[in-house]
C-alpha cells in the first residue's frame, strides 16, 4: 500500500502562483508514474500533468502548458507541481496519483493511489 500526503494548496488571485508538493510512502512502490489530477465541483476528474518518476518524462493538459510544471526529487520521495499565472478556471481539488497500471496518463482509472487532495481556489 503506497500512502500519498499532499500539500501547498491555498487561495490566490488570478496570476499568482502556488506550488503542491505529493509525498509518496514507498516511491518505487508506487510504479514508473505518478500524476496530478484536479476535480471541481459537479466536473470529472481530469488529468493535469504526469511525470515518469525513473526517466523524467512529462506530459501536460492543453490547459496548463507554459503554466504548470512537474518535477521530482527522488531523493524526498516527492513529486512537486508548480502552477505559474492561476486563473479562475484553475480552482479545483487536486490530486495525487500512483500505481499506475497502463493505459493514457490522463485518466483516472489507471491509478491505484490517490492522496486526500489539496484545494486551490483562484479568485479574478
Known amino acids: 500500500q503506497v500512502q500519498l500526503v499532499e500539500s501547498g494548496g491555498g487561495s490566490v488571485q488570478a496570476g499568482g502562483s502556488l506550488r503542491l508538493s505529493c509525498t509518496a510512502s514507498d516511491y518505487t512502490g508506487s510504479s514508473k508514474r505518478m500524476g496530478w489530477f484536479r476535480q471541481a465541483p459537479g466536473k470529472e476528474r481530469e488529468g493535469v500533468a504526469s511525470i515518469h518518476t525513473g526517466v523524467g518524462g512529462t506530459y501536460y493538459a492543453d490547459s496548463v502548458k507554459g503554466r504548470f510544471t512537474i518535477s521530482q526529487d527522488l531523493a524526498k520521495n516527492t513529486v512537486y507541481m508548480q502552477m505559474n499565472n492561476l486563473k479562475p478556471e484553475d480552482t479545483a481539488m487536486y490530486y495525487c496519483?500512483?500505481?499506475?497500471?497502463?493505459?493514457?496518463?490522463?485518466?483516472?482509472?489507471?491509478?491505484?493511489?490517490w492522496g486526500q487532495g489539496t484545494q486551490v481556489t483562484v479568485s479574478s
Open positions: 496519483a500512483a500505481g499506475f497500471s497502463g493505459g493514457n496518463w490522463y485518466s483516472r482509472y489507471g491509478y491505484k493511489y
